[in-house]
């Protein structure tokens, strides 16, 4: 059971030994401006590989339940589907449902364990497989693999990581699952954080805020929902930043301009440091370097964001 891309390399590793008897994955969706139907990326794979796909909605419906049952399924295997399952649909196989979640449980349970590894700057996670039960990423732990978060690491970078990683490691768990080679831990709820769901207000740039943070952020939220602020009543996305030294008096918003070291360029004071641009893009604009922005926009310097 998955939806995304970062859900592939287990799919294929698994495919390769064991038999998967159906893929489930995420209804298809409407995409774009000519709101095209979009298949999921595992249901594309899935159908390559000749596995029969099934897309409810939920499992609300007994029917649902069901007909998953008449798979017999020996395990249910589940990598980012973004369906909830419930108490019925866990209780169908015998070895239980596993679940591949991208943080070194109980650290980051919830949607979003990548982003909020980042954003609070750490500099380690992994990849932690577990039994599923009612809770959210509550259950025992059946394997760690731990992997470094590097300066550069983005969501996309290291989520993508992350999944190769588990696509190595799936496969020898779930035969020493099998084989009951592996004794689940217990999580200790005390130590328990949690990553929500990210929506798009989350991007917003509050400049009081320590240009670590938004640093930080920026990087969390790539590639969506990114940061953002407005200039002259448009929506400014700065596609790529990062905390630079500056000693000059500047309010929080106020941009500053900057000697052109590492095509910085410009920055934006915060409420600790300031943030120097590198790339940035204007509502119904190209995205360009923060160079070519000034160049064209001469009276960005000195400006207070958001304007």
Same mark, same amino acid.
């Given at each position: 059971?998955?939806?995304?891309?970062?859900?592939?390399?287990?799919?294929?590793?698994?495919?390769?030994?064991?038999?998967?008897?159906?893929?489930?994955?995420?209804?298809?969706?409407?995409?774009?401006?000519?709101?095209?139907?979009?298949?999921?990326?595992?249901?594309?794979?899935?159908?390559?590989?000749?596995?029969?796909?099934?897309?409810?909605?939920?499992?609300?419906?007994?029917?649902?339940?069901?007909?998953?049952?008449?798979?017999?399924?020996?395990?249910?295997?589940?990598?980012?589907?973004?369906?909830?399952?419930?108490?019925?649909?866990?209780?169908?196989?015998?070895?239980?449902?596993?679940?591949?979640?991208?943080?070194?449980?109980?650290?980051?349970?919830?949607?979003?364990? !990548?982003?909020?590894?980042?954003?609070?700057? #750490?500099?380690?996670? *992994? $990849?932690?497989?577990?039994?599923?039960?009612? %809770? /959210?990423?509550?259950?025992?732990?059946?394997?760690?693999?731990?992997?470094?978060?590097?300066?550069?690491?983005?969501?996309?970078?290291?989520?993508?990581?992350?999944?190769?990683?588990?696509?190595?490691?799936?496969?020898?768990?779930?035969?020493?699952?099998?084989?009951?080679?592996?004794?689940?831990?217990?999580?200790?709820?005390?130590?328990?954080?949690?990553?929500?769901?990210?929506?798009?207000?989350?991007?917003?740039?509050?400049?009081?805020?320590?240009?670590?943070?938004?640093?930080?952020?920026?990087?969390?939220?790539?590639?969506?929902?990114?940061?953002?602020?407005?200039?002259?009543?448009?929506?400014?996305?700065?596609?790529?930043?990062?905390?630079?030294?500056?000693?000059?008096?500047?309010?929080?918003?106020? !941009?500053?301009?900057?000697?052109?070291?590492? #095509?910085?360029?410009? *920055? $934006?004071?915060?409420?600790?440091?300031?943030? %120097? /641009?590198?790339?940035?893009?204007?509502?119904?604009?190209?995205?360009?370097?923060?160079?070519?922005?000034?160049?064209?926009?001469?009276?960005?310097?000195?400006?207070?964001?958001?304007?």
């Amino acid at each position: 059971m998955g939806t995304p891309e970062i859900s592939l390399p287990v799919l294929r590793a698994v495919a390769k030994e064991h038999e998967v008897a159906a893929v489930y994955t995420r209804p298809d969706a409407s995409s774009g401006r000519g709101r095209e139907v979009v298949q999921s990326p595992v249901k594309k794979e899935a159908l390559q590989l000749g596995i029969p796909v099934m897309q409810p909605a939920n499992f609300k419906d007994s029917h649902t339940v069901s007909a998953l049952q008449a798979f017999r399924p020996e395990l249910i295997l589940v990598v980012a589907y973004g369906v909830i399952l419930p108490k019925t649909v866990l209780a169908v196989p015998p070895l239980g449902a596993v679940n591949v979640h991208f943080s070194i449980l109980p650290r980051y349970r919830g949607a979003s364990p !990548v982003a909020g590894a980042i954003l609070a700057g #750490d500099r380690f996670t *992994g $990849v932690s497989i577990m039994l599923m039960e009612a %809770g /959210i990423d509550t259950g025992p732990v059946l394997s760690v693999s731990q992997v470094p978060i590097f300066s550069w690491d983005n969501t996309l970078s290291l989520s993508r990581r992350l999944a190769g990683i588990s696509g190595g490691v799936t496969g020898e768990v779930l035969a020493a699952w099998r084989n009951k080679e592996i004794v689940p831990r217990l999580q200790d709820g005390s130590r328990a954080t949690y990553s929500g769901i990210i929506r798009k207000e989350d991007g917003a740039i509050s400049w009081e805020e320590e240009a670590g943070l938004i640093w930080r952020k920026a990087k969390a939220y790539f590639p969506w929902p990114g940061i953002y602020t407005t200039w002259r009543g448009k929506i400014l996305k700065l596609t790529e930043v990062e905390p630079v030294p500056y000693e000059g008096p500047a309010e929080p918003g106020q !941009v500053v301009k900057l000697e052109c070291g590492a #095509d910085i360029c410009a *920055g $934006v004071a915060t409420g600790k440091g300031l943030l %120097g /641009i590198r790339r940035i893009q204007l509502e119904g604009k190209k995205e360009v370097t923060i160079t070519e922005f000034v160049r064209g926009q001469r009276e960005f310097i000195g400006s207070i964001l958001p304007d």
